[in-house]
């Protein structure tokens, strides 16, 4: 009688998180004194096109560092701008403007895609 072999054990794709999750856990990752773009925030979310959406996530979510998310441009929220500036300069961010115009001053503020992929994911997928 022929013995049958186990087939081996295929573990099942993990669900993808809830998009809030997902982006708590972006936005968490970013690391003290540096940005991110909505843009950015929402590809690390999974959801590639979803800046609007973070965006909305933000407004809701607790306990994150939402400050260190801006425009594509470098540009501060005007609703917030005030707020975000403080903090940001207290983490050693440079800022230039006044009032509720504020924009990141280095030019090339957002790392390059490819240079933070590998770190953000590691801390992303952490706990």
């Known amino acids: 009688m022929a013995v049958k072999k186990k087939s081996p054990r295929r573990e099942e794709p993990t669900p993808p998180l809830p998009f809030p999750e997902a982006v708590r856990r ?3 990752a970013i690391p003290r004194g540096e940005v991110r ?3 950015q925030v929402a590809l ?3 959801r590639p096109g979803a800046a609007r959406g973070v965006g909305r996530e933000l407004k809701t979510l607790e306990n994150v560092p939402w400050w260190r998310v801006l ?3 470098g ?3 005007p609703a917030v701008a ?3 500036a403080r903090r940001l300069k207290a983490e050693g961010v440079r800022l230039e403007g006044e009032g509720t115009r504020w924009r ?6 957002f790392p390059a895609r490819r240079a933070i992929i590998a770190f953000d994911v590691a801390r992303f997928e952490g706990p």
């Open 82 to 84: 005030v707020e975000q």
């Open 75 to 77: 540009t501060l929220a």
């Open 71 to 73: 425009r594509a441009d």
């Open 26 to 28: 972006a936005v968490r």
């Open 37 to 39: 773009s909505y843009a």
């Open 44 to 46: 690390y979310a999974g």
């Open 104 to 109: 990141v001053k280095r030019r090339g503020a």
